[in-house]
């Protein structure tokens, strides 16, 4: 079908589709499903990398603000060499619609870096997380735009970015990220917060399918 095809090309394109094909389900008015397809703003700036052996990297990050009309933009931060432009706003149009879900009052955004973390020794992980806060800072805060960890990022680098953040604007605002560690005023079971729903998830579908012994060994995922 169009959608499965479009479920292997651009994330941006299959968003879009499956928006148009949900506002002709709900029958949404046309301006409705403007605001919702395009995000209130989006941020893209070079971050500059110095690395441990002096030389200069630029990397490019983005950090997209889909919607705030329920509270403040709200989305994690990702560290992949996959990050794009497109995958970032799809990303973040889909918490708008999570935060709406949950009924939390909170928007949707969503942040990332283009770079392979894998590759970067702690001191550089460290510069680039500052670098994307000093980038970013005059678009954060606890009543602006929260981020929070996602693909590559964790509680250390949480860290690093709201100490660089109460750096530049000179105040604290523990308040600006979540999934930084407990000691900081992070929230127990964050870093398997993710895992732990899909655990959730599978054991429901087990139980509604009544699936037992070697049915699980069976069980497979797939796009039906």
Known sequence: THL???????PL???NYQLEKSSDILK???HLCQLLKEPYRELHVQV????DDGSLNICYGYRIQHNAVRGPYKGGIRFHPEVSEDEVKSLAFWMTLKTAVADIPLGGGKGGVTVDPKTLS???LQELS???VRAFADHLGSNIDIPAPDVYTNGQIMAWMLD??????GFHDPGMITGKPLELGGSLVRDIATALG??????????RLKLKGKELNRLKLNDE
Do not use: F, M
Not at 4 to 10: F, P, T
Not at 198 to 207: P, R, S
């Open 198 to 207: 899909g655990v959730y998830v599978l054991e429901e579908a087990v139980k």
């Open 130 to 132: 500052r670098a994307y």
């Open 48 to 51: 500059p990398l110095k690395k």
């Open 164 to 169: 660089e953040y109460e750096k530049q604007k």
């Open 13 to 15: 394109e299959n968003l």
């Open 122 to 124: 702690e001191k550089e």
């Open 28 to 30: 949404l008015e046309p």
């Open 4 to 10: 499965k095809k479009l479920e292997k090309e651009n």
